[in-house]
């Protein structure tokens, strides 16, 4: 078959994500055949440096990695499945290991996608509300612009106006509280910014009745809403009111976890104390379909009990959290992190990055704000820098666009919503050198010079 004949079908049968087709009666889809390192080739011989690692930031340490391709063949051809109801090796090895990583957390529950995971942190949530409160504590607390899947529960707590439109009714009990960007609402400049912002969030709890909150879930950075790194002493203020009030922290680590900012986790970059973090995408760099669902031992506890209560256990199962391929691929891929001191090479490239974004910020007018931890950052344009009116959606779209046609992938803020979708996205592979972020801010000067 040659590359039209793969295009046919593709068009004929394939419903891609996120994608409206009617623009493929007139253009073809991309194809890709080939990765390796953080560089990808399609399907007619084209190369491309991938500064979103796969898309949705999930190949973070790149394509063709053989340490993990190895041992994940070695453990399908041994053992690949059984329901986790009973153990297997790769899933009790990979638990050990990621727990070290995580001080305070003690307990893993394996599901097969983040929005999977998130859904089990809910049911945690609300089944603890029946177990100790008496059903009264079930209200689950979500941040504006923050997004946590897209099961209709998840959009139940999406803070994302395209993501969450005409999917309704949805699940009740999910109580939206406000975003955390500095830059947004003017506070950039302002110390107080981090407990201003808490603040917001305590006024919405004590609205709904503490006693009737059981959960607040937010991601440690804001991704898919923009790259909104909290200002400092957020996020330790909102534990502090979490506490206060006997509600449970989920820490929505899905974008951020397993090294992009830097470190394991991006909740680490702040004295925080999650009671649940949920985790995806680069757990096993995408080499197999991972999540996890990481909690306490008090959280564990509240679910052990006497077994002639057939309510007072997690009655919950996921079937892929049985495949030995996640855990396996899991393990493989944090070891492999450490193997290559893969963290100490995300804070000195991302260093690197943060430095050329600024530079390009200085050069044009139209980036209003530079932001970002690690090898995840963003820039948000605007039309004008004093108002800071945001850019209209096709200006971010043109950026993405010139840097594909000349070979880098970059990602931007999209189907989000109506008004906002106006950060560039950059979530190069954690292996990425200086050379290729010098390639990247050279395709970016180039499209925000084509402006």
């Not at 009990?305 to 391929?325: E, H, L, Q, V």
């Amino acid at each position: 078959m040659e590359a039209k004949d793969f295009v046919a079908l593709d068009k004929k049968h394939v419903w891609h994500h996120l994608t409206q087709h009617k623009v493929y009666e007139n253009a073809d889809p991309v194809i890709f055949v080939e990765g390796k390192g953080p560089r990808l080739t399609d399907i007619n011989g084209k190369q491309y440096l991938d500064c979103v690692s796969g898309g949705v930031w999930t190949v973070n340490v790149g394509y063709g990695c053989e340490e993990i391709v190895d041992r994940l063949a070695e453990q399908l051809k041994k053992f690949n499945y059984f329901s986790n109801a009973n153990g297997n090796i790769p899933t009790i090895l990979f638990s050990d290991k990621l727990i070290s990583k995580m001080p305070g957390l003690n307990r893993v529950y394996l599901n097969n996608s983040g929005s999977e995971a998130n859904e089990k942190a809910y049911k945690i949530v609300r089944q603890i509300s029946h177990l100790k409160h008496g059903g009264k504590k079930g209200k689950i607390l979500f941040r504006d612009r923050d997004y946590h899947g897209t099961t209709i529960t998840c959009l139940s707590s999406c803070g994302q106006f395209e993501r969450r439109n005409q999917y309704g009714p949805f699940t009740p009990g999910f109580v939206e509280f406000p975003d955390c960007s500095a830059y947004r609402h003017g506070l950039d400049n302002n110390p107080d910014a981090g407990k201003i912002f808490a603040k917001q969030l305590e006024e919405v709890i004590l609205r709904e009745d503490p006693d009737t909150v059981g959960g607040v879930i937010i991601e440690p950075i804001t991704a898919g809403g923009g790259v909104i790194v909290p200002p400092d002493g957020y996020l330790e203020e909102v534990g502090r009111i979490c506490k206060k009030y006997g509600i449970l922290l989920i820490i929505d680590e899905v974008v951020c976890g397993v090294g992009r900012t830097g470190k394991w986790f991006g909740y680490q970059h702040w004295n925080v104390q999650p009671d649940i973090v949920t985790m995806a995408k680069g757990v096993a760099s995408g080499y197999a379909a991972i999540s996890c669902t990481v909690t306490t031992e008090d959280v564990f506890q509240d679910f052990v009990n006497d077994p002639s209560d057939r309510d007072a256990y997690f009655r919950d199962i996921s079937t892929f959290g049985g495949c030995t391929a996640g855990p396996a691929a899991g393990l493989a891929n944090i070891e492999y992190i450490e193997k290559h001191n893969i963290l100490d090479n995300v804070v000195e490239v991302g260093a690197y990055l943060m430095d050329g974004l600024n530079a390009l910020k200085d050069k044009y007018q139209i980036i209003g704000d530079v932001r970002g931890k690690g090898l995840f950052a963003g820039f948000e344009l605007v039309k004008d820098r004093a108002t800071r009116e945001p850019a209209d959606e096709s200006v971010a779209a043109a950026v993405v666009g010139h840097c594909m046609k000349n070979g880098v992938i970059i990602g931007r803020t999209a189907r989000s919503f109506r008004e906002l979708n106006n950060t560039v996205c950059l979530a190069p592979a954690l292996i990425s050198t200086k050379g290729d972020m010098d390639e990247l801010l050279r395709a970016l000067d180039a499209a925000l010079a084509s402006l």
